[in-house]
């Protein structure tokens, strides 16, 4: 993107682009193996992940404390409001750890995206949340065609009691839904909504930096007013980033329900 | 002032999918409404439609990038 020119001021601003999203730590700029900020991140994730809920489940009580009771939240809010109910009752426990991997690691990461000092949201590199779908696609196909068999798998992608003369258009929509959109949509979802909430926080707070700290005395109210909407757009991304977690694990769940169904 | 004409496009491309999940939720307040007690099962529909149609809006904005 060009940099933008504001008319009345002297200095140029140059507007935060997909480039504020390139940060190497270790290696060269270009190189394919180069150790970035979300690489680190992810890890530092999955560590606290794991302290957090060895020290819920340490010391188990009857009555739990309050460590206990948030792990034991979270996970029933899994077991209950997701498993359970998108996947059923019959064989909702074997994709219970699945579900919560994900669940976690996603909120953990996506949070990073507004706690000082980390400040920046793992999930807006695509190939973190690529890799999450890849999990996704092959559990659920994966876990249809164990029980169903490709011919079944394939002949249940069309729900039955249509005229004859329509299935091949069906089955190639179902096709190209289960197989294609489905993927590409889950992945983009995550990495798009974190990529944009990133890039909405750092136009506001880069704006209200330069108009403050560079214009003039009529620029500098407007750019109090763009550092009030940032505090207000961070609390509007915690909610976003909760429900991209909520939602990616709801689809996973819906998605191996889906696969798993006997009948539509 | 420069600019790129793209942005604007995905302005316009955004009106559809706000409009879809503007009515995606009235329809789940509505039915939470009319009956409580199914707000367990209107749930995951309602996130599954506002997720279906908030993928259109995002391909907007990664085409908005790419292009």
């Known amino acids: 993107m060009s940099p933008l020119v504001l008319a009345a001021g002297g200095e140029g601003f140059t507007p935060p682009g997909p480039e504020d999203f390139w940060w190497p730590i270790v290696g060269s700029n270009t190189s394919n193996w180069t150790l970035t900020r979300p690489a680190v991140m992810v890890l530092l994730s999955v560590v606290l992940i794991g302290w957090f809920f060895l020290a819920a489940t340490k010391r188990r009580s009857l009555v739990p404390g309050k460590l206990q009771f948030v792990g034991e939240g979270i996970y029933g809010f899994i077991r209950e409001g997701i498993g359970r109910d998108l996947i059923g009752s019959k064989d909702f426990r074997r994709f219970l750890p699945l579900l919560f991997t994900q669940f976690t690691l996603i909120l953990v990461n996506n949070v990073f995206g507004i706690i000082p000092f980390v400040q920046f949201p793992t999930m807006s590199r695509i190939g973190f949340p690529i890799g999450l779908t890849i999990i996704t696609y092959l559990v659920f196909h994966a876990v249809g065609l164990r029980k169903k068999g490709v011919v079944g798998y394939l002949k249940d992608l069309v729900p039955p009691g249509l005229p004859s003369w329509i299935v091949p258009f069906i089955f190639l929509l179902e096709f190209v839904d289960k197989f294609i959109t489905r993927p590409i949509t889950l992945s983009l979802r995550l990495f798009a909504n974190m990529f944009a909430g990133h890039l909405l926080l750092l136009v506001f707070i880069l704006g209200a930096e330069h108009m403050i700290l560079d214009l003039g005395p009529g620029f500098k109210v407007v750019g109090l ?29 819906l998605y191996i329900g889906g696969a798993l169904a006997e009948e539509h | 002032m420069t600019g790129n004409l793209n942005l604007v496009g995905y ?25 409580p007690e199914a707000r367990g099962m209107l749930q995951p529909i309602a996130f599954l439609g506002f997720a279906l149609a908030e993928a259109l809006a995002l391909f907007g904005l990664v085409l908005a990038f790419v292009l």
């Open chain 1, 225 to 253: 007013l763009s550092a009030v909407l940032a505090v207000v757009m961070t609390f509007f991304e915690l909610l976003v980033e909760v429900l991209q977690a909520y939602i990616f694990t709801l689809l996973t769940a």
């Open chain 2, 11 to 35: 302005g316009l491309s955004a009106i559809g999918p706000g409009v879809g999940i503007g009515l995606i939720f009235a329809a789940y307040i509505n039915g939470v409404a009319r009956q």
